[in-house]
């Protein structure tokens, strides 16, 4: 069965930066997007970006550009997203979710990361 | 970026009726690129509808999906315990993908 399993919950200060797997198993890695999607306490949903597991491509919403880092490694089937200069607003629980073309619904989820920034 | 509302912020209806949840995109959605998801506290979203109204695996049938253009509906018939949650609605005709405020369905 298709699982998405992300890495634990962080606690970093502002300024830091912090990563956060994703690792996929049951399904071909390389052939579905994968996208994160971030949620602030109490908040909506926020999308971040997206990236080919095949090719290494990205794409990031504005609001991310020159913070954020989409990376894959297909030796382990694992996505990683980096997001620096962290700030108390960044605080949120971080998602990845998959996507059989790069405009699609997400069909499968993680369970969620839970990164606080905090002094 | 395309703007999804959804309304009400918050619906109460008690078990057994039926619940009709409305989203609205700024600009019409192609193909009709909209998805709508079922979160639970303390979960992850999971897929309920996409295209607008083909219901995605294991989702009951009393759960159904319409629109079109830029007005989309999902309606939940004789509500059951576990259908109160928060839904979204989501929009991936462009990118960036956005996603609706929620609407929060909660017991009447």
Redesign the interface.
């Known amino acids: 069965q298709v699982q998405l399993v992300q890495s634990g919950a962080e606690v970093k200060k502002p300024g830091a930066s912090v990563k956060v797997s994703c690792k996929a198993s049951g399904y071909t890695f390389t052939r579905y997007y994968m996208h994160w999607v971030r949620q602030a306490p109490g908040q909506g949903l926020e999308w971040m970006g997206i990236i080919n597991p095949n090719s290494g491509s990205t794409s990031y919403a504005q609001k991310f550009q020159g913070r954020v880092t989409m990376t894959r490694d297909t030796s382990t089937s694992t996505v990683y997203m980096e997001l620096s200069s962290l700030r108390s607003e960044d605080t949120a629980v971080y998602y990845c979710g998959r996507t059989y073309s790069n405009y699609d619904q997400l069909d499968y989820w993680g369970q969620g990361t839970l990164v606080t920034v905090s002094s | 970026e395309i703007v999804m509302t959804q309304s009400p912020a918050t619906l109460s209806v008690s078990l057994g009726e039926r619940a009709t949840l409305s989203c609205r995109a700024s600009q019409s959605l192609s193909n009709n690129?909209l998805?709508w998801?079922q979160q639970k506290p303390g979960q992850?979203?999971?897929?309920l509808i996409?295209?607008a109204s083909t219901r995605?695996t294991g989702t009951p049938a009393r759960f159904s999906g319409s629109g079109s253009g830029t007005e989309f509906t999902l309606a939940i018939s004789s509500l059951q315990s576990e259908d109160f949650a928060v839904y979204?609605c989501?929009q991936?005709?462009?990118?960036?993908?956005?996603?609706?405020?929620?609407t929060k369905l909660e017991i009447k």
């Open positions: 690129y998805a998801y992850a979203p999971r897929l996409y295209y995605a979204y989501h991936y005709t462009t990118w960036p993908y956005t996603f609706g405020q929620g």
